[in-house]
C-alpha cells in the first residue's frame, strides 16, 4: 500500500534508484502506478524496507531481493512492487516504464529458487508481481485435456482446481516443489517427472505484452473466434513462443498448457546401486530405455546425499563438518536405506502393458551388480515418508514441497545456489559431470548433492550448492565455486540450461560460437522490441542498448584456479 503523500514524503536517498532515474522521475512513475493500479497494489522498497535475514522462507518469500543472496544482498534489489490485476493494467505499467525510463522485472510466483526468486537483475528494477492478482485458471478443457492459466497459477492451484471441479481424470505436471507457477516454470523452460515433464514443449499458447505495451496472442490465439488456441501450438509463419523463455521481450498474461489423462494405471519405483562408481552403467541402461520410450516419463538418478538433505540436515547423521568421503556417503546411503545412487521412475498405463514394461526395465537395471528395487507399498509410512514415498507422489503429478530439505544440510535456515549443465545420455559424460562438480565443491568445502534428470536426449543435471548465507566466507565460496564450474562445463563443451542472477552474464559469454553470434541476434532483436531498454535489462545475459557498455555486466574474477 502507497498513498500518493507516501510517494512525495519519501527521502531522495532512500529510494532505490535505476540507472539513469532520477528522484522525481521515479516519483512521477509511481504516482501513475498508483492510478493504474491503485494504492493498495503498489508497495515502494526503501532502504530500509528490505526484508530481513530470517524473516523470509519458500512460503514468505521476499518479492524486492534475492532470499538466497550470494552476493550482497544489494546488488539485486527492487525499488518497488507493483501488482497489476490484469492485461490492460499490464500494458498501461509497461507504458509508464517506457516514458520514464524505469526497468521492470516480471515474476510470477517468483519461486525460481536456487536462480535468484523474484529478485530484479538490476537494481531499481520495479518488479511487476503478477502473482498476487492475476491467478486464476481461466478455463479447463476436460474433453480436449488443456487449461489456460493466468501467471500467478501455482502447481497447488492447478491441482486444487481440477479436484474441486471433479476433473479427477486429468493429472498436472509439477516439478520438484509445488509452489513455483505453472506458467513462470514454463518460461524459465523447468522440467517435472511425469510423461509431460518437458514443460515448454507441453504449453499451447500465449499471450504477451510486448515492451512497447502491445498485446499479442501466438499460434491459433491470433485468429479471432477460434477454437484451437490451446490445441494447436504454431498458428500460422513464425513461430514466436521461445522467444518469450528465459528472455526479456514481453510479459506473460496468460498460457495455455496440455494436461495429462489418467493413463489407467501407474506404479512408481525405485533402483539402489551400492557404489559410487555405478553412475556411468545406471546411464548407460537408462538411454537405451528412454529414447525407446519404455520408459516414458524423466525418471532421476539421484545421488544419496540429496536423498539424506531431505530428510535432514547433515549434523543429523554426522559429526563431522568436512566434506564427507565416499565411505562416509556410503553410511549415510545404508541409514537411510538408499543406494549410493537411486533411480526413481515410474511405470504408466493398465496393468498389461506395465508388467511388459516392467519386466524389460527391472532385467536391464538388475545387470548392474549389487542393484536392487522396492515399491512405495512395501515400505513402511508408520514412521514418516520415505523418499520413495514422496517421489511416488511427484511422479504422478501431485504437488509438494518435500524437498524443501535440500535447504538445510548445512543447517537451519540454508541457502541454494543452483548449478545446472546439461549432458549427453552416456555413462562417460555423465562421470565426467559428476567428478568435475565433485572436484570444485571438494575444493571449495561443500558436499556433493545432485541429481540427473533424463530427458528425452539429454541429462539435466542439477547440482544444489547449499551454502549460509550469513557467512561472507561461505557466500564468496559458493559463487566463486559456481563461476569456476561454469568455465571448467564450457572447457568440455557443457552449458548450462539455466541459471542465477549473478551467472547470467557468463553464461551468455561462454555460448560465444562465431564471434557470439547468438547474443549479437539477441541483442538486435532486444533493441528492435524495446528501444528503451525497459524489459528485464540484463536477463540471460542480454542488455538492451541503453545498458551495454557501461559495466553492469557481472564478470567472473581473477585468476581461474
Ligand atoms: P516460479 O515461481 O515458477 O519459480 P517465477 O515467477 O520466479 O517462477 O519466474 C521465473 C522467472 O521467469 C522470472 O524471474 C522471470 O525472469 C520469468 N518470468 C516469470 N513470469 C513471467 C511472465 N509472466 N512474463 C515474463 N517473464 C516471466
Known sequence: MTTLEEISSIEDEKLILPPDVNPSALR?????????????????????????????????????????Y??????????AIVAPG????????????????????????????????AAPRIRGSIVVDLGIRMNRVLNVDPKNATALLEPGVSYFDLHNHLQKNGIH??????????????????????????????????H????????????????MGALPGNNTWQLFQYGYGPYHDGIFTQSNLGIVTKMGVWLMP?????????????????????????????????????????????????????SQYTSSTEVLTEEEVGEIASKISVGHWNVY???YGPKPLRDLQWEIVRTAFLTIPGATYRFPEEVDKSSGLSIIHMRDETLKGLPNTYELGWLNWRGPGGSLLGFSPISPTTGEDANKQYQMVKKRFTQFGFDYMGTFVVGWRELHHIVC?????????????AHRCISLLIDDAAREGYGEYRTHLCFMDQIASVYNWNGNALLKFNETLKDALDPNGIMAPGKSGIWPARFRGRGFEIVPEEPKL
Open 28 to 68: 512521477d512513475a509511481f504516482v501513475e502506478l498508483v492510478h493504474t493500479v491503485g494504492a493498495e497494489n503498489l508497495q515502494i522498497i526503501t532502504s530500509d524496507r528490505i526484508m530481513p535475514d530470517g524473516q523470509g522462507d519458500y512460503f514468505n518469500l521476499p518479492k524486492e531481493h534475492d532470499l538466497f
Open 262 to 314: 489418467d493413463p489407467g494405471g501407474y506404479q512408481a519405483y525405485h533402483f539402489s546401486f551400492p557404489r559410487d562408481d555405478d553412475l556411468p552403467a545406471i546411464v548407460e541402461v537408462i538411454r537405451d530405455l528412454r529414447l525407446k520410450m519404455i520408459i516414458q516419463n524423466a525418471p532421476t538418478i539421484r545421488n544419496a546425499l540429496l536423498d539424506a538433505a531431505v530428510y535432514g540436515p547433515k
Open 345 to 347: 521412475g515410474a511405470l
Open 70 to 79: 550470494a552476493m550482497d544482498k544489494n546488488t539485486f534489489l527492487a525499488s
Open 465 to 477: 550448492l547449499t551454502f549460509d548465507k550469513t557467512n561472507p566466507t561461505e557466500r564468496r565460496n
Open 86 to 117: 490484469s492485461v490492460e493494467e499490464t500494458s498501461t505499467i509497461v507504458k509508464v516504464a517506457n516514458k520514464y525510463l524505469v526497468p521492470l522485472w516480471p515474476v510470477s510466483r517468483g519461486r525460481n529458487l536456487g536462480y535468484g526468486g
Open 169 to 202: 481424470h486429468l493429472w498436472i505436471d509439477n516439478p520438484d516443489l509445488g509452489g513455483g507457477s505453472v506458467l513462470g516454470n514454463t518460461l524459465e523452460r523447468g522440467a517435472g517427472y511425469t510423461p509431460y515433464g518437458e514443460h515448454f514443449s507441453m
Open 204 to 219: 499451447c499458447g500465449l499471450e504477451v505484452v510486448l515492451p512497447n505495451g502491445e498485446i499479442i496472442r501466438t499460434g
